[in-house]
């Protein structure tokens, strides 16, 4: 399996999320696409870190930076999206590919082991969009997906949508209709992460929960 993080200007919160996931699962690959707004080297200072963790690094060059927060924004529709697409570009021949945000950390490791003990072509975290149609709402910072099985889905369109909808749209019922596996990740449903993480995006948060977790980490 292969853990991918998108990183776009959080690289201490994803520091602490990537370690979270070596402390369950020391030799597993872990990948990490730094977006940037003008050149690579906007990361440079992280890249003796990236390395002490077995991190491999992609860079690329952000396409969405609007001005407006994302919070709840159908902008979501843009940015989580491209996200997905490059990812998904870069291992497409793999069969398990958990993808995350920059926020998504782990404490009991609960979340990746289900992952690996389990087949799926899709499997997700569910979350509530502020308008919902009639697709799963799909939580856009947990996807896993059988890339090598589900190439003829991608590219994702990259729309003014909110992402809950549009990854349940084109994401969980298209692979419903081609009779694809789907799957429901018991630890992330809404902010009920069964112990496993907390649904936060304050660092200062996170060092917190990690350390009542005797999880150790250095940034």
Known sequence: MIIFFKNFKRT?????????????????????????????????????????????????????????????????????TEGINKMFNLS?????????????????????KFLIDNDFDFAYGTWPSPIPNDCEQINGSIVALNCNKLQELFPLPERLEYIENLLGSE?????????????????????NYGGDGSHTNDVEEIKKVLTEANIRFNI
């Open 12 to 80: 201490d919160r994803t520091l602490l999320s990537i370690q979270s996931v070596r402390h369950f699962f020391p030799t597993i690959d872990i990948r990490c696409l730094n977006l940037y707004l003008d050149s690579e080297h906007e990361y440079d200072q992280y890249t003796n870190k990236f390395k002490e963790l077995g991190v491999t690094v992609y860079n690329d060059k952000k396409k969405y930076n609007f001005a407006e927060s994302a919070v709840g924004s159908m902008n979501n529709g843009f940015y989580f």
């Open 92 to 112: 497409r021949n793999h069969s398990k590919v958990l993808m995350l945000d920059e926020d998504s950390f782990f404490t009991t490791g609960k979340t990746i």
């Open 171 to 191: 994401l969980h019922s298209q692979c419903l209709k081609r009779g694809f596996k789907t799957l429901a990740i018991p630890t992330r449903v809404y902010t």
